[in-house]
């Protein structure tokens, strides 16, 4: 009944979840969202599971900018408080803080684009499809976010997966 | 900043995110939980839509009438199985299902018994019943009855397992663990292999060996085993209604608790959030959990997680897991997440963890709520702080002191 959906679970969290700490800015939301965003996949798989992809990016989003807005009346907690680092990754930490700085500065929609974009690597036109908007509105979004970010993270250097840039 | 650098530096802020073990079995408990949709969503329904809000569930105009509920093997075939003709027993199985369900409940018509047969175990039953169609906007569902399975109670009457909803597109709990290993299952779920027991591999992982279920003539299939298992076509778990009903909360049979402790020394070289990388947790690591068994666990039972650091900063983790079967296994993961099985374990002993580290790395012990204090030979006793520990590789003997219980005293070998 639920073919696939294992396969789809084990192969695609982790991705699932990067895209939603960067929509959220919190690990355990992030979690959170990706669990429910699942959970309701599983109850409607025999219709999603032909673009199970699309349909999760959608949901995350919907959901990531929902909470945004539910949370927009209160500070967002401290990242330090959840997400502590493991001491031998502080570069990482530095470029951690510093990108989730930057996107929580950017509003919701212009988040998701630039993480879609960048993060996930979509074509434009799915982006468009997971923000429900046309084409010209993810390019218009994603170039501002861009702006932003640059702006933000000019000084911040890079650490790569075999060391420092 | 190149668009290049864009991309590396959104990678590089999450690259320690990993899937959390066990996310995979939350997500279908998880789901599970919405698919079966307790009695208590239906009855905040029910105020939402006699409040008026637009919000939530809503049945359409008319009440619902317009909505065509889908056809349903449960509710429009004929009673099958070998009790079908027996009108006393499937009247008593109708008057406890009222009664479960109670008033309130948006039910139409009569309750049908859609299975009925002996078992060992004594009479069986499966009953389901139409209701007022309801459609949920955000989750685009229509919920047209609610179903579940009898079995027999104290006094050998029936009494209802679990009660599901009948959602279009969803499939409802195929079977019963009628206890004592007894299981009943219809051929609703398709083509389902059987295993009845399980076994431990030489590195602790779980084997299971599946045959394929024979059903009768009613498409019904009676099968007993110790630490019974289905699994559907495809790898998929065939829901039971005594499983979903403890995940939906109508029950509230005992669960298995993970105790985790950091020991000292542990918090230098591990997640200071708690939890384990990917890997460490054998709960996440397939073949470790029996991914297709019913597993009822006695309450007090507990698994354990226990991370630390050696005198040398090696980190490592001690792990019990168990399926309820009182032979708990124990793992050791020393330097890497590698695991060493150690065997099985009494969840019962006085000390029920006790692991010496090779090399002289010292002894782990643990027992949950308990004061410890250990000694060397023939040396003072020395006290422990929490009810897990490193000790140094030298301790012979721990003294174990549960709440309410003498003192225990257990040799740590050497």
Redesign the interface.
Same mark, same amino acid.
């Given at each position: 009944m639920r073919d696939g959906f294992d396969d789809f679970v084990r192969g695609r969290t982790t991705g699932l979840l990067r895209t939603a700490y960067l929509l959220t800015g919190d690990r355990h939301a992030a979690e959170d969202l990706v669990q429910e965003v699942l959970e309701q996949m599983y109850v409607r798989w025999r219709r999603v599971s032909g673009s199970p992809d699309a349909y999760a990016r959608r949901s995350l989003v919907n959901r990531a900018t929902n909470r945004w807005r539910r949370r927009g009346r209160r500070p967002e907690a401290p990242l330090g408080h959840h997400d502590v680092a493991e001491p031998d990754h502080s570069d990482g930490v530095v470029v951690r803080d510093a990108v989730l700085e930057a996107l929580r500065g950017l509003p919701p929609r212009q988040r998701a684009a630039v993480v879609l974009r960048y993060l996930d690597d979509l074509p434009i036109v799915d982006v468009a499809r997971a923000l429900d908007c046309s084409e010209g509105a993810v390019k218009s979004n994603t170039s501002r976010g861009l702006d932003r970010l640059r702006e933000l993270l000019g000084p911040v250097a890079v650490p790569t997966e075999g060391g420092d840039r | 900043?190149t668009?290049t650098?864009?991309?590396?530096?959104?990678?590089?802020? @999450?690259?320690?995110? @990993?899937?959390?073990p066990g996310?995979?079995d939350?997500?279908?408990a998880?789901?599970?939980?919405?698919?079966v949709r307790r009695r208590t969503l239906v009855a905040a329904g029910l105020a939402t839509a006699a409040a008026g809000a637009g919000a939530g569930v809503w049945w359409g105009p008319g009440g619902g009438d317009d909505v065509a509920p889908p056809a349903s093997d449960r509710l429009d075939r004929p009673t099958r199985g070998d009790l079908a003709g027996d009108t006393g027993y499937l009247a008593a199985v109708r008057n406890e299902w009222r009664r479960y369900v109670g008033s309130g409940m948006p039910t139409r018509g009569e309750p049908h018994v859609v299975w009925a047969g002996r078992t060992p175990a004594g009479p069986v039953a499966l009953v389901a019943q139409r209701t007022r169609p309801v459609v949920v906007p955000g989750?685009?569902?229509i919920e047209y009855g609610l179903t579940g399975w009898a079995t027999p109670g104290g006094d050998g009457a029936p009494r209802v397992e679990s009660m599901e909803s009948m959602?279009t597109?969803?499939?409802n709990a195929a079977g019963v663990l009628a206890g004592g290993g007894l299981l009943v299952v219809l051929d609703e779920?398709g083509p389902v292999g059987f295993s009845p027991d399980l076994e431990y591999r030489a590195d602790g992982a779980i084997r299971r060996t599946f045959r394929p279920v024979a059903f009768d003539a009613d498409g019904a299939a009676v099968l007993r085993g110790p630490e019974p298992a289905l699994r559907?076509a495809?790898?998929?778990r065939v829901d039971l209604a005594r499983i979903t009903a403890l995940a939906a909360g109508e029950r509230s049979e005992p669960f298995v608790r993970m105790l985790e402790r950091t020991l000292p020394g542990g918090a230098?070289v591990w997640?200071?959030?708690g939890g384990v990388p990917d890997g460490w947790d054998l709960r996440g690591v397939p073949g470790y959990e029996d991914d297709f068994g019913y597993h009822l666990f006695h309450a007090g039972d507990v698994t354990w997680l226990l991370r630390g650091a050696t005198a040398d900063g090696r980190r490592f983790v001690v792990q019990t897991l168990t399926v309820g079967d009182r032979r708990d296994r124990l793992f050791l993961l020393l330097g890497v997440p590698e695991p060493a099985y150690l065997g099985t374990v009494d969840p019962s002993a006085p000390l029920p963890v006790r692991v010496r580290l090779p090399d002289g790395r010292g002894v782990v012990v643990a027992a949950e709520s308990a004061a410890l204090r250990y000694r060397a030979g023939r040396g003072p006793w020395l006290p422990v702080r929490g009810d897990a520990a490193l000790l140094p590789a030298a301790a012979t003997e721990a003294e174990v002191t549960r709440p309410g219980r003498p003192p225990q005293r257990v040799p740590l070998g050497s």
């Open positions: - | 900043m668009d650098d864009i991309r590396d530096a959104l990678a590089a802020a @999450t690259r320690h995110i @990993t899937a959390p996310l995979l939350r997500v279908r998880g789901g599970r939980r919405r698919v989750a685009g569902q959602l597109g969803a499939r779920a559907a495809g790898g998929a230098a997640p200071a959030a």
